[in-house]
Nanobody
């Protein structure tokens, strides 16, 4: 049973930065491609960034150039560095495998507002 815990909740002003962390347990973290997802109020959950087992990365157009995904397999941890945040980035952020997602964690709330 995979257990995912996201952290990094914050209220930031537009243009600010925040780093999210995701700690995974219960599986061999390094074997899986992982992703950061987000769900804004009234919208479906969307994949915004993904990282393969060979650390190749891919981003949604809406965050490309502003967000950076990374992973530390030794710590079973994945990160999302978010810069130049916009109000439309406000959402609950989740991490999960990109293939055969595990049970979703509670997510972490990011609110971008002045």
């Amino acid at each position: 049973q995979v257990h995912l815990v996201e952290s990094g909740v914050g209220l930031v002003q537009p243009g600010g930065s925040l780093r999210l962390s995701c700690v995974a347990s219960g599986s061999i973290f390094s074997m899986y491609a992982m992703g950061w997802y987000r769900q804004a109020p009234g919208k479906e959950r969307e994949l915004v960034a993904q990282i393969s087992t060979s650390v190749a990365t891919n981003y949604a157009a809406s965050v490309k150039g502003r967000f950076t995904i990374s992973r530390d397999n030794a710590k079973n941890t994945m990160y999302l560095q978010m810069n130049s945040l916009k109000p439309e980035d406000t959402a609950v952020y989740y991490c999960n495998r990109t293939l055969n997602p595990a049970s979703w964690g509670k997510g972490t709330l990011v609110s971008v507002s002045s």
